[in-house]
C-alpha cells in the first residue's frame, strides 16, 4: 500500500508542473488574444465614432439637391451606401457589393431575359465602361462599341457612380428611351445617343454556313453552352466542311467550366487550358478531359480541319479563355481585333435580404503563362470594320448572316490556306515576330536605362 502511495504521488508531483504550464500558457495566451481583440475594437470603434458623427452632421445640416428627391434616402440606403464603400476601398472594378435591386438586375440578366437596352458594363477605375453591345439589340442597333465610356444617362454626370445607380438609370419600361452622352476612345468630344428600352432576349448559340465555311456564334457562357456547342459540332461533323469559324464577337464571357470544356473538345487529353492562381498562392490546372463526363468530347475534331477563332473589343473573360487555349496550342488562328483584357475570376455570395457580393478570388493566366488582365489577347490576323460599314450594317437594324462585312474578311481570310499546316504555319510565324518585337523592346528599354546613368 505505502509503495502505491508513493508511485501515486510521485505522478502528481510530475502532473502538478504540467497543469501549472498549461495555465500559465493558457491565461497568457487568453491575456493577448483578449488585449489583441480589445486594441482591434478600439481602432475600429474610433473609425465607427467617426462614421456616426458625419452621419450626424449630414442629418443635421445635408441639403438634398437631387433632381428626384420623389424617394426619401432610407437608413437602409445609407447602411448599402457604407458596404458598398467599404467593398470598393479594396480597388478591384469586379469586386462589388449588389444591393437587392442591382442583384435582381444581375439575376435576369443570367436568366437570359429583362428589358434593357442590351449592354454589358463594368466599372472601370470609377468609368461606366461597356464590355460589348450584345447583338440584334437596341445597344447595338444604336452603334454602342466595347470600350466606349458612359459619362452621362439623361445628363446625369455617370462619373463616380456604382453600378447600382447605372442599372436603375439604364433599364426601365418597354418602349421608353434612355439618353447616353458617349466618350469613345480616339474621338476628340463626346457624343450624344438615344437608346430605346426593349425586352432583351440573349440567345446562348447559332449555327449556319457561309461562302464554304461553317460558323458557329456563341453568345455567352452558360450551363447550357457545353452541350448546345457539342451539338453545333456534331451538326458541323455532318457537314463534311473543312473550315469552321468560332465567332466570339461581343461575348462578355460567363461560366469559367463552360469555356473549359468547350476548349477540352479540340485538345488531346491533359493539356493545360487555364490556371486559377488564389490569393494563398494556391493554384489551380483545369485540363482537357478533366470536366468531361466521356473522353470522346475530347480532341473530337479530325486533323484536316482549319479552325479560326474570331474576336473583338467586346470578347471577354470565358471568351479569352477558349480564345488563348486553342491559340496557344495552335488549334486556332485568331482573326478579328484584340479582345477586352479581363484575367481574373469572380465568385458570388448571396445574402438572406436579396443583397449580394461579388468578389475576386484569382487571377487567371494562359498556358503559356501570360495574364491578359487590361492589354487583351493579340490577333494573328487583324480583320477590322470601318466606322461607315457599321452605320450601314446599324441602318439594316439586324445583325444578319448575310449583312457582315468583318465576318465576310475573317472567312477569306481562313480560306487562304489549303491546308491546316499552312494555317499552324502562320500562327508560328506571327508567334515568332511577336518574340522578336519583344526582345527588340526589352533592349531598347535597357538601352534606354543605361543612356541614363
Given amino acids: 500500500m505505502a509503495n502505491k502511495e508513493v508511485k501515486f504521488s510521485k505522478i502528481k508531483v510530475k502532473i502538478i508542473p504540467v497543469l501549472v504550464f498549461l495555465f500559465v500558457a493558457f491565461a497568457l495566451g487568453y491575456f493577448f488574444a483578449n488585449k489583441a481583440y480589445l486594441d482591434f475594437k478600439k481602432e475600429n470603434e474610433k473609425d465607427l ?97 466595347p470600350k466606349d465610356i458612359i459619362i452621362k444617362v439623361d445628363q446625369t454626370d455617370a462619373l463616380g457612380k456604382k453600378s447600382a445607380w447605372a442599372v436603375s438609370k439604364i433599364k426601365g419600361e418597354k418602349g421608353t428611351e434612355v439618353e447616353l452622352t458617349i466618350a469613345r476612345p480616339g474621338l476628340a468630344k463626346p457624343f450624344e445617343v438615344k437608346v430605346k428600352r426593349e425586352k432583351i432576349d440573349i440567345p446562348t448559340i447559332k449555327t449556319y454556313k457561309k461562302d464554304g465555311v461553317f460558323v458557329i456564334k456563341l453568345y455567352s457562357f452558360t450551363d447550357k453552352s457545353p452541350e448546345l456547342f457539342f451539338n453545333a459540332i456534331k451538326e458541323f461533323r455532318k457537314s463534311e466542311n473543312k473550315n469552321l469559324i468560332i465567332d466570339l464577337r461581343g461575348n462578355p464571357g460567363g461560366h469559367l467550366f463552360a469555356a473549359v470544356y468547350i476548349a477540352g473538345m479540340f485538345l488531346e487529353k491533359d493539356l ?51 480564345a488563348g487555349a ?18 481574373t475570376v469572380q465568385t458570388l455570395k448571396q445574402f438572406e435580404n436579396g443583397s449580394s457580393l461579388k468578389y475576386t478570388i484569382a487571377k487567371w493566366v494562359l498556358p503559356n503563362g501570360e495574364w491578359i488582365s487590361r492589354k487583351g489577347i493579340d490577333v494573328d490576323v487583324e480583320v477590322d470594320i470601318s466606322e461607315e460599314e457599321i452605320k450601314k450594317w446599324n441602318e439594316k437594324s439586324s445583325f444578319t448572316d448575310e449583312i457582315d462585312p468583318q465576318l465576310d474578311r475573317a472567312i477569306s481570310e481562313i480560306k487562304k490556306f489549303k491546308t491546316k499546316k499552312e494555317l499552324v504555319d502562320k500562327i508560328n510565324e506571327v508567334e515568332i515576330k511577336r518574340e522578336s518585337e519583344k526582345i527588340s523592346k526589352r533592349e531598347e528599354t535597357i538601352d534606354k536605362i543605361l543612356n541614363k546613368k
Fill in 272 to 322: 493545360t487550358i487555364v490556371t486559377e492562381e488564389f490569393g494563398n498562392g494556391k493554384n489551380n490546372v483545369l485540363k482537357s478531359g478533366k470536366y468531361h463526363q466521356n473522353f470522346k468530347t475530347v480532341d473530337i475534331l479530325d486533323d484536316n480541319v482549319k479552325l479560326a477563332v474570331l474576336v473583338d473589343g467586346g470578347s471577354a473573360s470565358a471568351s479569352e479563355i477558349l
Fill in 49 to 145: 465614432s467617426l462614421m456616426y458623427k458625419i452621419s450626424e452632421i449630414l442629418d443635421k445640416d445635408f441639403l438634398d439637391t437631387r433632381e428626384d428627391q420623389t424617394e426619401k434616402i432610407t437608413e437602409q440606403d445609407k447602411m448599402y451606401g457604407a458596404v458598398s464603400g467599404f467593398v470598393a476601398s479594396y480597388g478591384d472594378p469586379y469586386t462589388a457589393f449588389l444591393p437587392p435591386e442591382e442583384n435582381q438586375g444581375l439575376e435576369e440578366s443570367v436568366s437570359g431575359e429583362f428589358v434593357g437596352i442590351g449592354i454589358e458594363f463594368e466599372i472601370k477605375d470609377g468609368l461606366l465602361t461597356v464590355v460589348s453591345a450584345l447583338p440584334n439589340t437596341p445597344a447595338f442597333k444604336a452603334g454602342l462599341k
Fill in 326 to 343: 486553342l491559340s496557344d496550342h495552335k488549334k486556332a488562328i485568331l482573326l478579328g481585333k484584340n479582345t477586352f483584357g479581363k484575367g
